[in-house]
């Protein structure tokens, strides 16, 4: 164990290749434990190797990993994300064990279930129970209420995402480009875009923007095979043959994709104003000057959201919940918009709290 008077912190990150999304809250969260431990006191380390794409988590990690993690000689292991979920115990069992042995602490920030089902709720809890948290601060007020009633314990914070946090640690370049639009969809199909001075309904999705209608119409067949899997949605993208525009309403399309790796050239850049990076900082810079963001990923509309910008969210993910905490209900139905002095004095509170038990 570190015997320095100054703790060190080592943030779980990671598999931002393959979902960008994680280095978003990786990186609030970075932040947030800075404002508590020191600059110089937090780091990142590599996740655990059986989250890659495709592969069985349950399974665990794959056979012959070392797992590096548990050799680790750190105060506390701080982990974010929807990572409360049945694989819990075969990915981190044995690293939790050798770090906890040693004195290591755990700290769940910007914690969640994965998908809230009962059978997530019985092994959460009963690994809980063995391995304590100092602290937990969830990310959803769903997540917040299932642990707040099992009396556990230890120290809970109806807490944010952390990538609400970003725009504490990164303050994005500007673009010599007047107005776009951010349009990003991975697993579902982007919507057709008609204008028009009333609501179509027939629209698949419909809300007013600068003084006219935007009818979205999802494409049946993308659509459907979007809901029969990632793999299947696809080879649903290689169907797709449509020339979709570069502008819309004046506005210049921008067509981010947050899952790159492997780098899936043909679904990528099939479309024009396609942009690809295996680094959040393209991405912040992008959702920080769109004027609005529609999105199937749910960081995608957080980031927009945490710069001030308007979102909408098309995903039926469990994962959305995160929204409700900041009061985005209306995301699955129209772009909304944060309070953003708001969402500071929330950011505040909850980095009070956490100093409070930490320091």
């Avoid at 314990?153 to 640690?169: E, H, N, R």
Wanted: net charge neutral; with cysteine; hydrophobic share 40%.
């Amino acid at each position: 164990m570190q015997t320095s008077s100054a703790p060190r912190v080592a943030l779980v990150s990671g598999f931002w290749g393959q979902n960008i999304g994680n280095a978003f809250f990786n990186v609030g969260g970075h932040w947030i434990l800075r404002q508590i431990f020191g600059e110089d006191n937090v780091a990142f380390i590599q996740d655990q190797p059986g989250y890659r794409t495709f592969h069985k988590q349950e399974t665990g990690n794959p056979h012959n990993d070392v797992e590096l993690l548990r050799f680790l000689d750190v105060d506390y292991i701080v982990m974010q994300g929807p990572l409360m979920t049945v694989s819990f115990e075969k990915l981190w069992r044995p690293t939790l064990e050798a770090l906890t042995a040693r004195g290591t602490r755990i700290i769940l920030l910007g914690a969640a279930f994965f998908k809230y089902t009962e059978a997530e709720f019985t092994a959460v809890k009963k690994f809980l129970a063995e391995f304590k948290p100092v602290v937990i601060s969830t990310r959803d007020s769903r997540s917040y209420e299932v642990l707040k009633g099992w009396e556990t314990g230890i120290p809970l914070y109806d807490g944010m995402d952390s990538a609400f946090f970003v725009p504490k640690a990164y303050k994005p370049f500007d673009f010599a480009v007047d107005r776009y639009l951010a349009l990003n969809f991975d697993r579902f199909p982007e919507p057709d875009i008609k204008l028009s001075a009333t609501r179509d309904e027939t629209a698949t999705h419909a809300f007013e923007h600068r003084g006219k209608w935007w009818n979205l119409h999802v494409p049946k067949l993308q659509d459907y095979f979007s809901h029969k899997g990632k793999a299947v949605a696809y080879f649903g993208h290689l169907l797709d043959r449509r020339k979709l525009p570069t502008e819309v309403d004046g506005l210049m399309v921008l067509r981010p994709e947050h899952r790159v790796n492997p780098h899936m050239t043909r679904k990528i850049y099939q479309h024009p104003n396609a942009v690809a990076s295996d680094e959040p900082w393209t991405y912040f810079n992008i959702y920080a000057n769109s004027e609005f963001v529609l999105a199937d990923r749910v960081h995608a509309c957080v980031a927009a959201l945490a710069y001030g910008r308007e979102a909408m969210l098309f995903t039926p993910s469990p994962r959305q919940a995160l929204f409700a905490r900041v009061g985005a209900t209306d995301i699955r139905s129209r772009p909304v918009k944060l309070d953003m002095d708001w969402l500071e004095e929330e950011r505040v509170k909850e980095v009070e709290w956490l100093k409070g038990r930490l320091e």
